[in-house]
């Protein structure tokens, strides 16, 4: 008998998130496999980015726990860690004068020693690699505060695919990003996924989540009382014209187009 191979699995149980300040939300339960991509959406404040960098182990959630295969995040170490997960900002730093080289080789510091000051064979060419696959190689001895927004933006998703992790986390990948930027991340990400990288990433844009989800999380609102799920599962039945128009409180309509046979969301009036 063949044995079944599991895959590497991160979920959350009971999560409630937010700050000293209070909860912003909870009751928060997903999973998330090794090559699925679960896109949170939802109106502003409810959540998203504060869920991301929870998952991330950048905030402390409030009650409930992040798992890794059954593990919480909290009993891995800081190296162990950065070896499953990595995390892009929405905004990137622009205050680095590290090349872009020499700074996508520290996201290879989680497979290092601790006394390794440089990068291996091996290391240099993971990151020439990766500089290939996120068009960066041009960029590669460029200064990152030379570099727009949108580069900016690209070069830290390279350091996060430098740490080789099981889940990327990307927090609004394609704010700076132009339309063909924003192209050729969706076939990045598909191909990462499909290399079997579980991906939790941050979108407003709804169009492009119906285009790129595995699954998706989409948060509400409550009055006076923390954010909640409204619903989680495939994008068709999540981004519902019903379900919708109940998260944003506007009125929404949609249209296939004729060429390509994507359905379009449009939000048409208040």
Not at 17 to 26: D, L, Q, R
Not at 102 to 125: A, I, T, Y
Not at 172 to 199: C, M, N, V, W, Y
Not at 236 to 260: G, R
């Amino acid at each position: 008998m063949t044995a079944l191979i599991q895959k590497t699995m991160l979920s959350t149980h009971d999560l409630a998130i937010g700050f000293a300040s209070g909860i912003v939300a909870n009751d928060i339960s997903l999973s998330v496999e090794a090559g699925e991509i679960l896109v949170i959406a939802g109106p502003n404040g409810v959540g998203k980015s504060t869920l991301s960098k929870t998952i991330a182990r950048l905030i402390e959630p409030l009650a409930g726990e992040v798992k890794i295969d059954g593990i919480n995040i909290k009993q891995l170490s800081t190296q162990a860690f950065a070896q499953k997960v990595a995390y892009v900002s929405q905004i990137p730093d622009a205050t680095s004068t590290l090349t872009v080289t020499q700074l996508v080789m520290l996201g290879r510091n989680p497979h290092q020693k601790w006394w390794q000051w440089q990068g291996s064979e091996n290391d240099q060419r993971i990151v020439d690699s990766i500089l290939t696959s996120t068009a960066l190689s041009d960029l590669k001895d460029k200064s990152m505060d030379h570099l727009s927004g949108g580069e900016r933006q690209r070069v830290y998703l390279a350091v996060a695919l430098a740490q080789q992790p099981s889940f990327l986390i990307l927090d609004e990948p394609t704010a700076f990003l132009d339309f063909k930027h924003q192209l050729e991340l969706i076939d990045l990400l598909k191909r990462l996924s499909a290399q079997g990288i579980g991906i939790i990433m941050v979108l407003h844009d709804l169009n492009l989540t119906k285009r790129l989800a595995s699954k998706v999380l989409l948060m509400q609102k409550n009055e006076n009382a923390p954010g909640t799920i409204k619903a989680l599962g495939a994008p068709d039945k999540v981004l519902s014209t019903n379900i919708l128009q109940e998260v944003f409180n506007v009125t929404i309509s949609s249209a296939t187009d004729a060429t390509s046979g994507r359905e379009f969301i449009f939000f048409d009036s208040l």
